[in-house]
């Protein structure tokens, strides 16, 4: 444990991490299998892991840091394994608990787990999938055995009726059937960030190129590519600019998207993907102005996107999109009633068959072409 | 990918139990199948069977029944070179072994953006705001105090048949065809619960947004919601699944699967659209020219023959033969199916059986003498409003090959001698 000291990483995260380490391999491996589940888009265990955007973590519990053989680590966790970091329970939940601040530099772009209980519990589900690791102590509380045959939703079929007389019950006095309630407005601001085209919805801020730059680095790039080129099947997010009348054409927020405020709302409530929400508005901003750099819309790198200059920003591709005209197309816009005898002269052949490009999941051939996104 | 060998390995076990149920000599007839007259005594009529003798499971053996363990090929697959991940991916109905008009709930093909959320009923709040009188907050609880109705609709992925623009790339309907089902859903009309709240004149405008990691949000105009948009709690009877957005889900019947959006927790009223990531990057389809079209939201009419299919072959060689398939149109019902042997050379008109419902799928079948010889299978649907499934050919010429969505042109099935069909494309 010592030489693990000297690497020097521990930082705040360690008097956590001590005090969870007595007790971790006896947490509920179950509940951890949840808390995995903000793991699983990075990381596979278990039977046949293969590493992802992150390493597979069989046998993890004991290894050494950067230890996968095969997967291109970061330089400061192989540093850091180098210097002897083994994962234990204790490093383990140091490092889970806030990635960047125990290792600065570390490429997993996870926020950091904030509850004791998700950490201890994801580390005795892990242990589950480490030879060596003591086994998690399964047996439940008894009282808590008891608690659970009392519930209504375990044995009992009936539920159990509201504590107050039904003639006692407040009737609102809104709407026509007076049902639900009205909406706080803390809660309709916490629920309530969609942004529109001419930027209703758009929170204060501001954040530049090159801050968007380092938190793209930091919390995109293992995904989309540096540059938004897009690593294996994830999204590309750059380039493709003149590419939309080719055979290819590739969809980008340059090339395609027509409205910038479509950026910020996504990456807002969806990115980095398996950690949603977790980017202040100004990274938010700043992340924007980094897109749009990529896609050469500004090119300055100290230039500033905020709430008061988001609107002047146009991307290119907005004039081409037009309105559902299909009923416009003949085969539609006829209305023909359709050929029933000796409709075609020639008999059928065949031109083209599904087995000669055989992309079938049961076929032993590769990946076939298309999309469904 | 992991999931990708496991993937693999159960649909190849399918492809092996296929093969030896089919044929042994490589086609798929069944030798023997043909002979009118049996050679010996079939042992399972002249000896007594162990099910025959001794006593099976109790009535609680499962308390929720599950099908027959020899069903168990009959499942959804999914095409693991589609996604980067499975979180956001998609799996597809098996049509080929399913009957009737409605989709088992455990076979519904599964389209999610950031997985598979899983949420407690009782944490479970739905929001109206925006351009309303009074903004909302409901339960569960108080949604199922609303009327509620009773509806059977599909429900079709635009992105369903996608792959196929270029030509014939995967051989089974259920990949062709699979991101469409067909459900009885229980639940309020939206109406009724925009009414409570009130909506403003100058609300046009709808954006109903998912509890899940994706938040799924998209702009549904208010007289679409006010007219046949429902909220679900219930599919065929029961509790929504999971992955159909258990606890409640927004039915808009007709239109693209993506706008009916699970996990549903929120509906602001606008009087602009949002245009979300799901309605300017995705769900556009883009044009020959480099234009793209948007909010194209209607389901086209379309049909296919789901037996027999690639994954469905002929093993009783010739003679009678049940060819059978799915018809739907997001204008209403179907008013006719044709089905054509020789690849759109002659026309026979299918028989349509079980109930007819706007914007629900219709069964149709074609009874006929198979002769033995190849064939060219194809159908043809028409809907009330007089709607006519196009060739690929003429949506090719129409649109190109890069639209990705509504992809709803008529499908050829090759049988060969030996029975086996498949996905073809024909002069």
Same mark, same amino acid.
């Not at chain 2, 019947?253 to 659209?273: A, F, H």
């Given at each position: 444990? +010592? ?10 995260? +360690? ?40 390493? %597979? *973590? ?31 329970a204790?490093? *383990?939940?140091? =490092? ?16 950091? +787990? ?11 589900y ?10 998690a ?7 808590e055995?008891? %608690? ?32 639900g $309630? ?6 309709i601001?916490?629920? #309530?960030?969609?942004? $529109? ?28 590519? #540096? ?14 600019? &003149?590419?939309?009348?080719?055979e ?7 090339? =395609? ?11 807002? $409530? ?8 977790? +980017?202040? &508005?100004?990274?938010? =901003?700043?992340?924007?102005? =980094? ?15 905020? #709430?008061?200059?988001f609107?002047?920003v ?9 309105? &559902? ?6 085969h539609?816009?006829d209305?023909?009633e359709?050929?029933?005898? &000796? ?31 | ?5 496991t ?31 049996a050679?010996?005594?079939?042992p399972?009529i ?19 029944g ?87 609709y ?36 939206l109406?009724?619960?925009l ?24 702009s ?33 019947? !007709?239109?693209?699967?993506?706008? /009916? ?8 009223? !606008? ?35 789901t ?20 018809? /739907? ?8 199916v ?31 003498d198979w ?8 159908s ?26 509504h ?16 996905n073809?494309?024909?002069?």
């Amino acid at each position: 444990m +010592l030489k693990s000291l000297k690497v020097g990483l521990f930082a705040g995260a +360690l008097a956590t991490a001590t005090s969870l380490a007595g007790n971790a391999l006896a947490q509920d491996a179950a509940a951890g299998e949840k808390v995995f589940k903000k793991c699983a888009a990075c990381h596979a265990v278990g039977e046949g892991a293969k590493n992802k955007v992150g390493p %597979q *973590l069989n046998n993890v519990i004991g290894r050494t840091a950067g230890g996968v053989e095969g997967y291109k680590y970061s330089k400061p966790m192989i540093e850091a394994g180098g210097g002897g970091l083994i994962w234990e329970a204790e490093t *383990l939940a140091g =490092y889970l608990a806030n990635p960047r601040k125990f290792m600065k530099g570390t490429k997993m772009s996870f926020a950091g +787990l904030k509850k004791e209980d998700d950490l201890a519990n994801v580390i005795a589900y892990l242990a589950t999938f480490s030879e060596g690791a003591e086994p998690a102590a399964e047996e439940p509380k008894a009282e808590e055995t008891e %608690q659970k045959s009392e519930t209504p939703s375990g044995n009992s079929s009936v539920a159990a009726a509201p504590a107050t007389l039904a003639k006692d019950a407040e009737v609102p006095s809104h709407g026509i059937f007076h049902l639900g $309630r009205v909406a706080l407005e803390e809660e309709i601001t916490a629920w #309530d960030i969609d942004v $529109r085209p001419d930027g209703a919805g758009l929170p204060k801020g501001k954040g530049t190129v090159a801050q968007g730059d380092e938190i793209f680095a930091e919390q995109c790039a293992v995904c989309h590519g #540096d540059f938004g080129e897009g690593k294996d099947r994830w999204p590309v997010l750059a380039g493709g600019q &003149d590419t939309l009348t080719k055979e290819r054409p590739e969809k980008t927020v340059g090339s =395609y998207w027509p409205y910038l405020s479509t950026v910020y709302d996504y990456v807002r $409530r969806t990115m980095p993907f398996g950690n949603a929400r977790s +980017l202040s &508005d100004d990274e938010v =901003y700043a992340l924007t102005a =980094y897109i749009l750099y990529l896609n050469d819309v500004v090119t300055d790198e100290e230039f500033e996107l905020s #709430d008061s200059n988001f609107n002047e920003v146009r991307l290119p591709n907005e004039a081409n999109f037009i309105v &559902d005209n299909r009923t416009e197309e003949t085969h539609y816009a006829d209305k023909k009633e359709p050929c029933m005898k &000796d409709c075609i002269a020639e008999p059928a052949k065949v031109t083209m068959r599904a087995a000669v490009l055989d992309v079938t999941p049961d076929s032993e051939e590769g990946e076939g072409g298309g999309s469904i996104e | 990918m992991s999931d990708k060998t496991t993937q693999k390995d159960s649909v190849n076990l399918s492809r092996r139990s296929l093969l030896t149920k089919g044929a042994a000599a490589g086609g798929a007839l069944v030798a023997g199948a043909v002979s009118a007259r049996a050679a010996s005594p079939d042992p399972l009529i002249t000896e007594i069977q162990d099910w025959n003798r001794y006593l099976g499971d109790g009535v609680d053996a499962k308390p929720y029944g599950v099908p027959s363990q020899f069903e168990s090929n009959v499942v959804r697959r999914d095409v693991a070179w589609l996604t980067a991940d499975p979180k956001s991916s998609v799996n597809f109905t098996p049509l080929h072994e399913l009957d009737g008009i409605i989709t088992p709930n455990g076979l519904c093909f599964e389209r999610h953006h950031g997985g598979i959320a899983e949420i407690n009923p009782a944490d479970h709040r739905l929001m109206i705001n925006g351009l309303v009188d009074t903004p909302l907050v409901f339960t569960l609880e108080d949604l199922k105090r609303f009327p509620r109705e009773n509806r059977v609709y599909f429900l079709e992925c635009a992105a369903n048949s996608g792959m196929e623009w270029r030509g014939a790339q995967l051989n089974g309907c259920q990949f062709t065809h699979g991101m469409v089902h067909n459900v009885m859903y229980t639940g309020v009309p939206l109406k009724h619960i925009l009414n409570e709240a009130g909506v403003k004149p100058e609300g046009k405008w709808i954006l109903p947004e998912g509890a899940d990691a994706a938040a799924m949000t998209r702009s549904i105009p208010l007289e679409k919601a006010m007219d046949d948009c429902m909220i679900a709690f219930k599919m065929n009877g029961e509790a929504l699944r999971p992955e159909q957005g258990y606890p409640v889900r927004l039915v808009v019947p !007709g239109w693209e699967g993506n706008m /009916w959006i699970k996990w549903l927790r929120r509906i602001e009223i !606008g009087d602009e659209p949002w245009h979300q990531r799901e309605e300017t990057s995705k769900y556009t389809d883009l044009l020959a020219d480099g234009t793209a079209r948007r909010f194209t939201w209607e389901m086209d009419v379309k049909s296919v023959i789901t037996n027999p299919s690639p994954q469905a072959p002929i093993t009783h060689g010739r003679g009678a033969t049940v060819l059978t398939g799915l018809a /739907w149109s997001g204008f209403g019902k179907i008013a006719r199916v044709d089905v054509s042997i020789d690849g759109g050379r002659n026309w026979e008109t299918a028989r349509i059986d079980g109930p007819s419902l706007s914007k629900s799928v219709h069964r149709f079948y074609y009874d006929f003498d198979w002769d033995g010889s190849e064939l060219f299978l194809q159908s043809r649907a028409i809907d009330e409003m007089g709607n006519v499934q196009p060739t690929k050919n003429e949506l090719r010429a129409a649109r190109g090959v890069n639209s990705i969505y509504h992809n709803n042109s008529i499908q050829t099935w090759q049988i060969k001698p030996d029975g086996s069909a498949e996905n073809v494309e024909i002069s």
